[in-house]
């Protein structure tokens, strides 16, 4: 804040790098925190598909 006598206040305004440097350590959180997530899920459907693969494999060898 600026008067009109060129008094100002005592605290500094942040100047667009520190709002864009917050911005990027939001995203950059987030990011991450849907990375686990992605990671998280890919190994799921790893898992999944194994199981599935294996009790297919099961089943051909008791039918036949």
Do not use: C, M, P, W
């Not at 005592?10 to 864009?20: E, H, M």
């Not at 997530?37 to 294996?54: G, R, S, T, V």
């Amino acid at each position: 804040f600026q008067a009109e006598d060129g008094i100002r206040d005592s605290v500094a305004s942040r100047g667009l790098g520190d709002v864009y440097k917050r911005q990027f350590h939001y995203l950059n959180l987030k990011y991450k925190y849907y990375k686990k997530i992605i990671d998280f899920l890919e190994l799921l459907a790893n898992h999944l598909f194994h199981f599935q693969l294996q009790l297919l494999l099961n089943l051909e060898t008791q039918i036949i």
